[in-house]
């Protein structure tokens, strides 16, 4: 257990170090998020004179404000990519709180590329359905499973639903029957 509790003691000049460095870009940051100071305080929950105190480096940054603000930013697409290369965004620590690995998001995954999460926001809903289309065929192809039978599977199921072998099997007889019918037309 011990070991466990090593992997989330982050000693004071780490801390220190984290929070001086976003403390510098916070007025780039909020713009780039485009926030008004009062909506961002109310969001991390602190008033607007404490926010702007901290901003300004009036007053120094609690490490629970610290990890407030690198929530807002990192799940911003504004500024997700600034905070992390600025080195502002605490991958050393990430990895500590799992156990050793680093944190790999679908869109923080290097097997896609960064700059795809912007063409995937800007799809619409056929587009999102096509993307969802294509990868459903994907996984059919690296399980070795007939891709047009999982795609009629899943039928409105989202990955996280298991697709069971009678899901598929259900789908390959209905086209047998399919084909019978029309073979006999």
């Not at 940054?61 to 603000?69: D, E, V």
């Not at 998001?105 to 359905?129: A, C, F, V, W």
């Amino acid at each position: 257990m011990a070991e466990k509790n090593f992997l989330f003691s982050i000693d004071e000049s780490r801390k220190k170090e984290l929070i001086d460095k976003l403390t510098d870009e916070l007025v780039v940051l909020r713009a780039k998020a485009g926030i008004a100071q009062e909506d961002l305080a109310r969001i991390i929950g602190v008033t607007r004179q404490t926010y702007g105190n901290i901003e300004r480096k009036d007053k120094p940054m609690s490490w629970g404000t610290y990890l407030s603000l690198i929530f807002f930013f990192e799940h911003n697409n504004q500024t997700a990519q600034m905070l992390r290369q600025s080195g502002i965004f605490p991958d050393d620590i990430i990895v500590g709180f799992n156990n050793g690995k680093p944190f790999v998001s679908y869109y923080q995954s290097e097997k896609i590329d960064p700059t795809m999460s912007e063409m995937i926001e800007n799809l619409d809903e056929q587009g999102i359905h096509s993307l969802k289309t294509f990868l459903m065929v994907e996984y059919a192809r690296c399980k070795k499973l007939p891709g047009d039978y999982v795609v009629k599977a899943f039928n409105g199921k989202s990955f996280n639903s298991k697709i069971s072998e009678g899901d598929v099997n259900t789908q390959k007889a209905l086209k047998r029957i399919r084909e019978k019918r029309k073979n006999n037309e």
